[in-house]
């Protein structure tokens, strides 16, 4: 059975950062997927980015620039960095893992940008 734990969120203030992290465990197969998404209360959860086994990256295009998405295959871990953050950027933040034609989220973690 797979389990991915996000952590990393927390509160700050416009233009600060935030770095991530999602550890996934049980058994991963080689060729497999991770990413980030969030969802505000009301509205669809959206992709923030991903990326794959071989490190290929994908940014949503309000992130672009301000977020980096990496992973370490040997700690089973992903990574966002997020930078020059924004109000528009609070949301929950769920890490994902598509492998073997199945999806899986973490529990989220809660991003809060204010004053």
């Known amino acids: 059975q797979v389990q991915l734990v996000e952590s990393g969120g927390g509160l700050v203030q416009p233009g600060g950062s935030l770095r991530l992290s999602c550890v996934a465990s049980?058994?991963?197969?080689?060729?497999?997927?991770m990413g980030w998404h969030r969802q505000v209360p009301g509205k669809q959860r959206e992709l923030v980015a991903s990326?794959?086994?071989?490190?290929?990256?994908f940014y949503a295009d309000s992130v672009k620039g301000r977020f980096t998405i990496s992973r370490d295959n040997a700690k089973k871990t992903v990574y966002l960095q997020m930078d020059s953050l924004k109000p528009e950027d609070t949301a929950v933040y769920y890490c994902?893992?598509?492998?073997?034609?199945?999806?899986?989220w973490g529990q989220g973690t809660q991003v809060t940008v204010s004053l």
């Open positions: 049980g058994r991963l197969f080689s060729g497999n997927t």
């Open positions: 994902s893992l598509y492998m073997s034609a199945n999806l899986y």
């Open positions: 990326i794959t086994a071989g490190s290929s990256p």
